[in-house]
């Protein structure tokens, strides 16, 4: 009577250790405790056919729950890894927003870096890739572009398809009217990714006449369009 006691004692001890612990682990990891139990309930089965005493069997119960616990870590981490591929199909943001809402002009628009052939500055230049709105140069999401500022003022936000967002950061002697100069961080990638063309831009915001770096930092690193920043930095890396 004793030794059932003590067995029983350990089965139910051991019976809600495991229930603490599945439980604990759904908390951390979202694995649906239910899809581990049945996992569990059959691999116990078989390590009790192979025990030699009720004993034993709890023991191997425990040895299976944990085993599962790490089968379960590895299931998860691959319905994480489908759900980056299923990421990848997302709309781009020609795709995903009504751009007849916005007011369009069209202009001429060039792509330029800030290096000699574009600037006429160097990199040891102390104003080396610093635009007239006093902000560092920047391809990003939301990049750095000139403009005329009697057209558009500093701070503009313009939608560009094929290129993104463009925020009027700069001006140039050359750029007159509807005239845009968008930043590239390379001769390449501007002959690559655009060279010169005539389309249709949006106008998003109208500037006041400033911007700093930390506005565009905010525009950058706003999190509702962060799934379109990392499609536009893959885009950018091919």
Do not use: C
Not at 37 to 62: I, M, P, R, W
Not at 129 to 140: A, E, F, M
Not at 181 to 201: F, H, P
Request: charged share 25%; glycine share 8%; net charge neutral.
């Amino acid at each position: 009577m004793n030794k059932l006691k003590k067995w029983m004692k350990r089965s139910v001890m051991s019976a809600l250790f495991i229930g603490a612990l599945l439980t604990t682990f759904h908390s951390i990891s979202g694995v649906e405790a239910r899809s581990i139990v049945q996992l569990y309930e059959s691999e116990a089965e078989h390590a009790g056919k192979d025990g030699n005493s009720k004993f034993d069997h709890t023991l191997k119960s425990v040895g299976v729950a944990f085993k599962f616990l790490k089968q379960a870590v590895s299931l998860e981490s691959k319905i994480s890894a489908s759900e980056a591929v299923a990421s990848e199909q997302l709309p781009t943001l020609e795709e995903s927003i009504d751009w007849s809402q916005y007011q369009k002009k069209q202009v001429i628009a060039t792509g330029y870096t800030a290096f000699y052939e574009s600037t006429g500055k160097n990199p040891d230049h102390p104003s080396f890739g610093v635009t007239y709105s006093g902000v560092k140069v920047k391809r990003d999401l939301y990049s750095t572009v000139a403009a005329d500022l009697n057209v558009f003022p500093i701070g503009t936000i313009l939608f560009i398809p094929d290129y993104g967002y463009g925020v009027v950061a700069d001006k140039g002697g050359a750029i007159k009217g509807n005239k845009l100069d968008l930043y590239y961080e390379t001769v390449d990638d501007v002959y690559n990714n655009w060279g010169k063309k005539t389309l249709d831009v949006y106008i998003v915001e109208m500037g006041n006449g400033t911007l700093t770096e930390e506005d565009l930092r905010l525009l950058n690193e706003n999190e509702s369009m962060q799934v379109f920043r990392q499609q536009y930095i893959r885009s950018e890396k091919k």
